[in-house]
């Protein structure tokens, strides 16, 4: 687990990162403090088109890790290759930001838990199929991903003076509700 300042956070939100905007999506009842309320409401300012580059930038690192082309942070996974083919959690994590990337580009939101878990659970257990099938799936995703960000309503760039802003407004309030607790 890595933790982050809310200014890194947001600095890695506003690239777009998959994995911090998935915070802002999250049911995750920790996520409920006021200081992330104040986050929330501000959502949208962290969207943009531009995430659509950072989910199909994630999504092909992932194939070619996949593929047996990229070593990935912690390399690859012969465990999974020796009995598929082919790095099946990798695959698996392909379709989700994919799917994931055009959700966002399409409706501004990233359900969660993913409504294709069923999919994804078949393509990590190994039972999607070969390595073929995944890629044409991939493939198609990734022209899906490229269209939906072509037609998408999101700004093409994300206003940092908004972001920046947002990130002062919720340390103010943070700050100045724990100096009511000091009192």
């Known amino acids: 687990m890595c933790l982050y300042s809310l200014q890194k956070w947001a600095g890695l939100a506003a ?22 309320q104040q986050i929330l409401k501000s959502r949208d300012v962290f969207l943009s088109r531009q995430a659509a580059l950072q989910f199909r930038g994630f999504a092909e690192a992932q ?17 999974l290759i020796g009995v598929h083919g082919y790095d ?7 379709i989700r930001l994919l799917n994931e990337g055009i959700e966002l580009m399409r409706s501004g939101t990233i359900t969660l ?16 199929g070969s390595l073929d099938r995944v ?27 908004k972001i920046s802003a947002a990130v002062s407004r919720t340390y103010l309030r943070f700050w100045k509700d724990s100096q009511a607790w000091t009192r």
């Open 88 to 94: 099946i959690k990798a695959a698996m994590h392909v």
């Open 63 to 79: 194939v070619r890790r996949r593929q047996g082309i990229g070593t990935g942070k912690k390399g690859q996974r012969h465990e």
């Open 15 to 36: 690239k777009g990162n998959p994995t911090a905007l998935h915070f802002l999506f999250s049911q995750n009842y920790a996520l409920k403090s006021v200081p992330w």
């Open 135 to 161: 890629l044409n799936l991939a493939n198609t995703l990734f022209a899906e991903l490229e269209r939906a960000e072509r037609e998408s309503q999101l700004p093409e760039k994300v206003d940092r003076g």
């Open 113 to 128: 838990p993913r409504p294709e878990k069923d999919l994804l659970i078949t393509i990590r257990t190994g039972n999607y």
